[in-house]
């Protein structure tokens, strides 16, 4: 069972990442959830301070995470969520907060692939332009864990393998259930990722049954979620772009990584070993 306790404020922040699903979360997760009002808006102050009681409000903007710019300077993807964290404590201080991460490569190729879809820029300048403090999870977990006592972290990998145990323990976060349509919601697709579909359900399987076997007592799944991600990869063929970082950074990122799912599977009560990257 999920580790994460349930919270009895009203109000909850979902702050981003970019390119973990927001949209679909604002879309078609959020508004099917009973007893939920979901505001997709920045606009934080006002929104709180004409918030009645007895009803859940959550506040969903990826923006207060971040920006995917490429106009930005290294530095300020963390500056601009220290100053979201500002505001929310401000406007409603121990308020919940719910943040999504995905694995660094994926998510810088499909950052770069957002913007190139609007602009011509070069994925190298692009890259530049996150400092490595910007691209440390941890080091955001750490900013907002500071700023809130109630915090949900997901993996975006998580929506993409076995998305049942993390509706779960959302919806659980949320103080409301899973919606019975479920399954109907989670063949929809927003701004799908670079990953390929066809990549995406050849893997979940295996992690959808090796979550099952977690509940038996000794059985150890790793290895088949290991199998179902390089399963996985292999039929992403053009669906994905390489991503190449230099070794310094690579290792650093891969370090940050797997602490990462260290924290949040011990927040969790889950095992999400299973995402590590090869080295």
């Known amino acids: ?21 927001t949209t679909w979360f604002q879309r078609h997760l959020f508004p099917h959830l009973a007893g939920v009002e979901c505001r997709r808006s920045k606009r934080i102050g006002k929104i709180c301070a004409s918030h009645g009681n007895g009803s859940t409000l959550l506040i969903s903007h990826e923006s207060l995470s971040g920006t995917l710019s490429s106009e930005k300077q290294p530095g300020d ?18 308020a919940a907060i719910i943040v999504g991460f995905r694995e660094h490569a994926s998510w810088l190729g499909a950052a770069y692939a957002h913007r190139a879809k609007k602009e011509g820029v070069n994925f190298a ?44 323990d959302l919806c659980r976060f949320l103080g409301t259930k ?16 670079p990953r390929s579909r066809a990549g995406q359900l050849v893997s979940r399987p295996f992690f959808q049954v090796s979550y099952a076997l977690d509940r038996l007592p000794g059985v150890k799944t790793k290895g088949l979620r290991e199998f179902g991600a390089r399963l996985g990869a292999r039929f992403d063929g053009n669906g994905t772009r390489e991503v190449v970082l230099n070794r310094e950074l690579a290792e650093e990122l891969k370090q940050d990584w797997d602490g990462l799912l260290a924290r949040i599977g011990r927040w969790r009560g889950r095992d999400f070993s299973g995402f590590s990257t090869e080295g």
Do not use: Q
């Not at 899973?178 to 990722?193: G, I, Y």
């Open 1 to 21: 069972m999920s580790g994460v306790p349930a919270v009895t404020d009203r109000i909850f922040f979902h702050i981003g990442l970019h390119k973990t699903a």
């Open 77 to 94: 993807n963390k500056k601009r969520l220290a100053r979201s964290l500002g505001h929310i404590t401000t406007a409603k201080p121990g």
């Open 125 to 168: 300048r692009y890259v530049r332009t996150f400092s490595v403090d910007d691209l440390s999870w941890c080091r955001s977990l750490d900013l907002i864990e500071g700023a809130s006592p109630s915090v949900f972290p997901f993996l975006y990998e998580e929506l993409t393998s076995a998305p049942e145990p993390l509706i779960e």
């Open 178 to 193: 899973p919606p019975a349509n479920l399954n109907d919601l989670l063949a929809r697709r927003e701004n799908p990722s």
